[in-house]
């Protein structure tokens, strides 16, 4: 293990002290360091040790990484669901979504890996060009709720393609993606979303926290639209998501 650097980085509005052994966590961190940070403002610190990469890939894999970019890409891993499990405290919670913004408003694009969100908000980017649209985070943005507004946050923990950005969005729809030959969209019933939305949290916490977990996402489902976005490779997807998510339809 390489000599630790600790950073205080603000992310999704909470200081945070990261300690980062390895170069792919020192890397992500770099655009959410901030200075002349008082010792008190720290709301907590996240930490992965040798011991700790080592029993947690054990105990899910069976096996411990031996090869130094494997360790690299573990603690990267770990230390987002440390991160989210301390942030359960701070209303909010990490969701497996592509996030995009579009004229100060962002959308949510949730789903099982592999289903079309990236190349769904990629399209948005290209339809309504970079002077109105931008990816937050295409992987594990941060939901959080401030002073009665859910907003959706940039997180280092940005996922294979690494497009994410150090800012918060009012959220203003989330979107469950379907893949499917023709587009359209229907709101869902909060008790509908409730599970969809729970398999895209990073749940591995302990019961104390699952509380907490269940209980931002009941919170939030009171207050944000929820979708389920049927959905082709078009530039009629966008209009079709936008129109209905952005309150147009």
């Not at 469950?176 to 709101?187: A, F, G």
Request: charged residues 20%; contains cysteine.
């Amino acid at each position: 293990m390489e000599d630790a650097i600790k950073r205080v980085c603000r992310i999704a509005g909470v200081n945070v002290l990261v300690t980062a052994h390895y170069e792919r966590l020192r890397e992500q961190i770099q655009h959410y360091i901030v200075s002349d940070v008082d010792e008190s403002s720290i709301a907590f610190a996240i930490e992965q040790t040798n011991d700790d990469i080592d029993r947690v890939c054990m105990k899910r894999f069976g096996q411990i990484p031996t090869t130094h970019s494997a360790r690299s890409t573990y603690e990267y891993m770990l230390s987002g669901t440390q991160f989210h499990a301390n942030m359960l405290n701070y209303n909010a919670f990490m969701l497996h979504s592509s996030a995009v913004a579009c004229d100060s408003k962002a959308y949510l694009f949730t789903a099982d890996s592999g289903t079309g969100k990236s190349t769904h908000t990629g399209l948005w980017l290209k339809h309504f060009g970079s002077e109105r649209a931008f990816i937050v985070n295409d992987d594990k943005p941060i939901v959080r709720k401030i002073d009665e507004t859910y907003y959706v946050c940039g997180t280092p923990w940005s996922g294979k393609n690494n497009i994410q950005r150090n800012t918060m969005v009012p959220l203003q729809a989330i979107a469950y993606v379907v893949r499917n030959p023709e587009n359209s969209i229907e709101r869902m019933e909060p008790k509908d979303a409730l599970p969809l939305l729970f398999e895209q949290t990073v749940y591995r916490v302990n019961e104390n926290l699952m509380g907490l977990l269940l209980d931002r996402l009941d919170d939030l489902l009171r207050t944000v639209p929820v979708y389920r976005l049927r959905c082709n490779i078009s530039d009629e997807a966008v209009c079709v998501a936008h129109g209905a998510m952005s309150g147009g339809i």
